[in-house]
């Protein structure tokens, strides 16, 4: 049943399940209300709210995408990693404050607060949806590849295990549960993946002679405007606005700061997030690169399998298998809790208001098979846009974020934005990424001979989620000044100009002014850390 492992890698592997499923039944005891269950009764402290950060976001299809795209076109893809390490002290500092002052759940809850009900029901809709399309489906194909290297099992009969053994803790025990499995599962993942970056380095014969096996351009982190994946012009103007909308505005990644006890917890968790997004380059994108000069044979998604299945040793191998698994499950947990949340809040809430805590709660558990379902079934769809799993993750998500990171951009910088606006620049920003997602998959099938058709389908999604933004705004500014200014209830405690028109709740605010202190010297620290590292990989 186990092709590829020895008993002890198996015995290994199942310790790892036992410990996760320890965990999660510890936390189903002790939730009892919606607040403990979808936000883990909003006291963690920063250092899970780090780590489950990180984990959440690392998932299979980064250690199977990063390093598929390593071994294909070297280290640019890196930049998603060092971009988000940034990025993340935004969600920190421009909108934690906001998020915790307003008490939500969620971040359509936040939306209808600011703007209007239309914009929370799009904003539920198109998140749903995306978990579909981007998370749920990406995390099982990606596990699919790694489960049928080391087992032998087909995509399906992976996609039915992974589901079920992440439900189990993750249905159990709530956000508490994921949260605190994330923070084992981040020291896992991680130390797995070294062990097998130093490993690879080893067998190449260490970084230089690694650097002499594969293309001199590699290890260039900054491509041309013309290069058809990562051109310069679209990571620098393109990539930050995908970014903005995953980091900060994404129920998937903000639900676990709106757990933490306070403020500065939060912001503390998102700095410590920061650091740890510095590694992925290193410890998945290079052995995507060793995999290369290793093995000729292999391409593009098969170079971490390749490693570990070739490279690694009885033991080292059960090691690393759970830190993949460890990853996958973390990602897939993390996506089924905010799933449930932004159905249970969002929509069964919104149709039943005096449902009793102890129903919702209930409901929460189960709101999440159909959108699994969904997912496995648009599995066999993911390789018609892209050989490269990562590459495509980020290409759908860039016909979708532009006109959600706008009105949020907006929202809370520009008081004079109003639901209307905010209404026509999501449903502007949708039809013209549907549009393009639509293209896109016919012409990978029967290519288009009319130019315009052709240039939209071919544009690079970085460039065109540039096109999807600037439109967006200037669709939510036009349309906000023709119409009626918002109210100061949409505006108090939301905004930067009326900021201080509603106090902060006392139980948000960290007491210690030297934490605060710290946590801007850390926050300049990291940034100068990763202009370093770009200085270094220019």
Not at 212 to 234: A, E, I, L, R, Y
Request: hydrophobic share 55%; proline share 4%.
């Amino acid at each position: 049943m186990f092709l590829n492992l020895s008993i002890v890698d198996v015995v290994i592997i199942g310790f790892y399940f036992v410990i996760i499923f320890g965990i999660g039944f510890y936390f189903s005891r002790k939730e009892r209300t919606t607040t403990d269950y979808f936000l883990a009764g909003r006291h963690v402290g920063w250092f899970a709210i780090g780590a489950s950060l990180f984990a959440s976001n690392i998932s299979s299809e980064h250690f199977i995408g990063l390093a598929g795209s390593g071994a294909a076109t070297g280290m640019a893809v890196g930049h998603f990693e060092w971009l988000a390490a940034i990025i993340v002290l935004i969600l920190g500092w421009v909108f934690v404050p906001f998020y915790l002052k307003s008490k939500v759940f969620t971040m359509p809850e936040f939306l209808e607060k600011r703007y209007n009900s239309a914009s929370r029901w799009y904003l539920t809709s198109i998140s749903i949806l995306a978990y579909v399309l981007t998370k749920i489906s990406v995390t099982l194909f990606a596990g699919g590849l790694l489960l049928k290297q080391v087992v032998g099992w087909d995509m399906y009969t992976s996609a039915i295990v992974m589901v079920i053994a992440t439900g189990i803790y993750t249905i159990a025990g709530g956000l508490g549960a994921v949260i605190y499995t994330e923070l084992i599962q981040t020291f896992v993942l991680i130390g797995g993946a070294v062990v097998l970056t130093l490993l690879g380095l080893h067998e190449v014969g260490g970084f230089s002679q690694l650097r002499n096996s594969v293309p001199s351009d590699f290890f260039h982190m900054f491509k041309p405007m013309s290069d058809p994946d990562f051109p310069w012009t679209g990571i620098i103007f393109g990539a930050p606005i995908l970014g903005i909308w995953y980091w900060c505005t994404d129920q998937f990644i903000v639900q676990r700061v709106l757990s933490a006890k306070n403020i500065t917890h939060a912001q503390s968790g998102t700095i410590f997030a920061g650091f740890l997004k510095i590694l992925p380059v290193f410890i998945l994108v290079m052995p995507g690169i060793i995999a290369r000069a290793l093995y000729p044979d292999i391409a593009g998604d098969q170079a971490y399998p390749a490693l570990v299945t070739r490279l690694l040793p009885i033991g080292l191998k059960g090691i690393v298998i759970a830190s993949l698994l460890a990853a996958l499950m973390s990602s897939l947990a993390s996506c089924f809790n905010s799933s449930s949340t932004l159905f249970t809040i969002d929509v069964y809430k919104k149709l039943k208001p005096n449902a009793s805590e102890r129903h919702l709660v209930y409901v929460g558990r189960l709101s999440t098979t159909v959108l699994v379902i969904l997912g496995i079934l648009w599995v066999p769809f993911i390789r018609f846009i892209s050989s490269q799993l990562y590459i495509y993750l980020q290409s759908v998500q860039a016909y979708i974020s532009p006109p959600i990171a706008a009105v949020f951009l907006f929202g809370v910088f520009w008081w004079r934005g109003n639901g209307t606006g905010a209404i026509a620049s999501l449903l502007t920003g949708l039809f013209f990424g549907v549009l393009r997602l639509i293209v896109e998959l016919i012409h990978k099938q029967n290519p288009f001979t009319w130019l315009p058709l052709k240039l939209l389908a071919e544009i690079n999604f970085l460039h065109y989620a540039i096109f999807l933004f600037i439109l967006s705004s200037l669709v939510y500014v036009v349309v906000s000044l023709l119409t009626d200014p918002p109210s100061m209830e949409k505006v108090e405690g939301l905004t930067f100009k009326y900021a201080r028109a509603k106090a902060v709740d006392p139980e948000f605010v960290e007491k210690n002014p030297l934490w605060h202190k710290a946590n801007i010297a850390f926050s300049i620290l990291l940034v100068l850390t990763v202009f370093y590292l770009w200085y270094k990989f220019f």
